[in-house]
């Protein structure tokens, strides 16, 4: 564990924005306005990206991929669609 | 999993219906066109099913397919040499040289890289920021915060050492934190 006076690394700041950084380095930053700075900023961006959204293909895709699919029969033969 | 590699077609369709999402996103957003996104994570999708008895269980199924889906982007992005890749070259990069010998040229369509950055699904402050990352650093940082992997589950998946991927994760934030703060002043 760093030292409490130390200034965060990148890996802290990241835990820090993700609320998992230990209370002890955690406490760090209600003291120094640099790593608070950088960590704010950090966060910012952090969150952007956590709540970008997950799009979804074209309506069919299932299909589309399991007409192009040679399922399995349980025998172990490959049975051509 | 054991039951799509006993060969039962519902179990398929529901890999299909489970990974969709993640998978198409990642594509989409590395290559930034949905219909080639669609290309790829079809293909994607038929390579896994169809190789499905080689998958190994010890690792991570999501890992395996965004490894070929992520590996399909980056193999099309080489090809294509699309304004997807990075202005500046080869992450290796280290000397103006290399930057220059490593980048790529446009076509002269008269099209700037960001004008397909600009379609509506991909138009925001963060997404048009992603998009000006280098594909490596890309697909990286989409795995870590959008996907929620570990450094370590990513350096499995991407094949690479676990400290490049810290780099590239690390320089990635900053570009991103750089473009957004200069956007906003």
């Known amino acids: 564990m760093n030292h409490p006076e130390m200034h965060l690394t990148t890996d802290e700041i990241e835990l820090w924005a993700q609320g998992l950084l230990g209370a002890q380095r955690a406490f760090h930053l209600s003291d120094c306005s640099l790593c608070r700075d950088i960590a704010d900023r950090e966060r910012k961006v952090i969150l952007e990206l956590v709540q970008l959204p997950r799009f979804a293909p074209a309506d069919g895709f299932a299909d589309r991929v399991m007409a192009k699919v040679k399922v399995p029969t349980p025998s172990g033969d490959w049975q051509e669609r | ?185």
């Open chain 2, 1 to 185: 999993m054991a039951w799509a590699k006993q060969g039962h077609e519902a179990a398929f369709r529901e890999l299909v219906r489970r990974y969709e999402r993640p998978v198409f996103s990642l594509l989409y957003r590395m290559v930034r066109d949905r219909a080639l996104a669609e290309d790829l994570a079809q293909e994607t999708f038929i390579k896994v099913l169809n190789g499905i008895k080689s998958y190994r269980p010890e690792f991570k199924f999501s890992s395996w397919i965004f490894k070929i889906a992520n590996n399909a982007a980056i193999d099309h992005l080489r090809k294509k040499s699309l304004d997807t890749l990075s202005l500046d070259g080869s992450p290796s990069a280290e000397t103006p040289e290399q930057m220059r010998a490593t980048s790529l040229q446009l076509g002269g369509k008269g099209e700037t890289p960001l004008d397909e950055v600009e379609s509506r699904e991909l138009g925001t402050a963060i997404e048009k920021a992603i998009a000006r990352l280098r594909p490596e650093y890309r697909s990286c940082i989409l795995l870590r915060h959008v996907e929620g992997y570990s450094y370590e589950e990513i350096a499995e998946t991407l094949e690479l050492p676990l400290g490049t991927v810290k780099t590239y994760i690390h320089r990635a934030r900053n570009e991103l934190r750089v473009y957004l703060e200069d956007r906003r002043e």
